[in-house]
């Protein structure tokens, strides 16, 4: 069995910073791309930075300059630096991974993690 988890969500003040981690564990062969979403109430989930192996990162348009991600690959991690956090960036973040595990690829989600910027 294969679990995402992730930390470092919180309250910040615009203007702020946070960092968010996600390790990923379990019976694992392989991380191929990790990146994060997020989901603000009212709208749909959408990416926010992903990696994948060998690759530069894709980020939204919205979050380009601000935030940066990054991956350990020895330790199934993936973090999402947020500097300079607006209020439109709260949401809840999730982390996602597309991982081989008993010989099949599938995408793994995490149970997310409370991002809220205020003005």
């Known amino acids: 069995q294969v679990q995402l988890v992730e930390s470092g969500g919180g309250l910040v003040q615009a203007g702020g910073s946070l960092r968010l981690s996600c390790a990923a564990s379990?019976?694992?062969?392989?991380?191929?791309?990790m990146g994060w979403h997020r989901q603000a109430p009212g709208n749909e989930r959408e990416l926010v930075a992903r990696?994948?192996?060998?690759?530069?990162?894709d980020y939204a348009d919205s979050v380009k300059g601000r935030f940066t991600i990054s991956r350990d690959n020895a330790k199934n991690m993936v973090y999402l630096q947020m500097n300079s956090l607006k209020p439109e960036d709260t949401a809840v973040y999730y982390c996602n991974a597309l991982i081989s595990s008993g010989g099949l690829w599938r995408s793994y989600w995490g149970r997310g993690t409370q991002v809220t910027v205020s003005s």
């Open positions: 379990g019976s694992i062969a392989t991380i191929n791309i």
């Open positions: 990696l994948e192996i060998g690759a530069t990162a």
